[in-house]
């Protein structure tokens, strides 16, 4: 079936400092790649969808400056966190979907678990 | 704008218990309705879905029946062991296909053995 690759699964940064986040979409093409973000014991909070060759569309409340998103190929997206502070420390989860298949698949990735020390 | 509803956790049963979590939505049009699972540490997994009325998803013994005349999508498990212990959540996708998904709180189910 399909699979999301999401790296890395566990990061440690220092504050001030950049992180990288990647999804890959294995054995298909994710033409659209949403973000979110989850706090201990909560829901997932949808940060921004991506189309491939697109600018990201935030949702409201997420700084587009410092979640910079880039999907340029139909098998990546990345998520950078820039300028990374504690209260950006969470877990990270990625999700992809071909809208060519129209068959409402949405493949997640395993997760980034962010902490900023 | 389009919301969704489950019931809190935790829920705490014994092994080979009946489950449900309930779940309602309120969303424009005839949305999408799908139940994931999310295992300590790891991502989401589909676990079933249903893209119209009536429709019913099932997978691993659970099932959900879409109902429009309620706007719920109930998940249940005849007998559930303890390896179903896990986060599930409830999500709708309202529009076309690939639209983003919106979920609920989620409900922690811990299986005893």
């Known amino acids: 079936g399909a699979v999301v690759s999401q790296h890395p699964s566990r990061v440690i940064c220092k504050s001030g400092t950049s992180v990288k986040i990647e999804c890959r979409s294995l054995?298909?093409?994710?033409?659209?790649m949403f973000w979110y973000r989850q706090f201990p014991k909560q829901s997932l909070m949808l940060m921004a969808t991506?189309?491939?060759?697109?600018?990201?569309?935030?949702e409201q409340g997420v700084e587009k400056d410092k979640f910079l998103i880039n999907h340029a190929s139909l098998t990546l997206s990345t998520l950078t966190v820039t300028s990374a502070h504690p209260e950006d420390s969470s877990f990270y989860i990625c999700?992809?979907?071909?809208?060519?298949?129209?068959?409402?698949?949405?493949?997640f990735g395993s997760g980034t678990r962010l902490t900023v020390v | 704008g389009d919301s969704v509803t489950q019931m809190e956790g935790p829920v705490t049963l014994s092994e080979e218990a009946f489950l449900t979590i309930n779940c309602t939505y309120t969303?424009?049009?005839?949305?999408?309705l799908f139940w994931y699972v999310q295992y300590p540490g790891e991502g989401l997994q589909l676990l079933l879905k249903?893209?119209?009325?009536?429709d019913k998803g099932s997978n691993k013994g659970f099932e959900a029946t879409y109902r429009k005349e309620t706007t719920s999508f109930h998940l249940e498990k005849g007998s559930v062991q303890v390896s179903d212990s896990a986060v599930y959540f409830c999500?709708?996708?309202?529009?076309?296909?690939?639209?983003?998904?919106?979920f609920g709180g989620g409900t922690r189910v811990l299986v005893k053995p």
């Open positions: 999500a709708l996708s309202a529009g076309a296909a690939g639209n983003k998904l919106t």
């Open positions: 054995d298909f093409q994710a033409t659209t």
């Open positions: 991506s189309n491939e060759g697109s600018k990201a569309t935030y």
């Open positions: 249903a893209t119209k009325a009536d």
């Open positions: 999700s992809a979907t071909d809208r060519k298949r129209n068959n409402y698949g949405y493949t």
């Open positions: 969303a424009t049009g005839y949305p999408s």
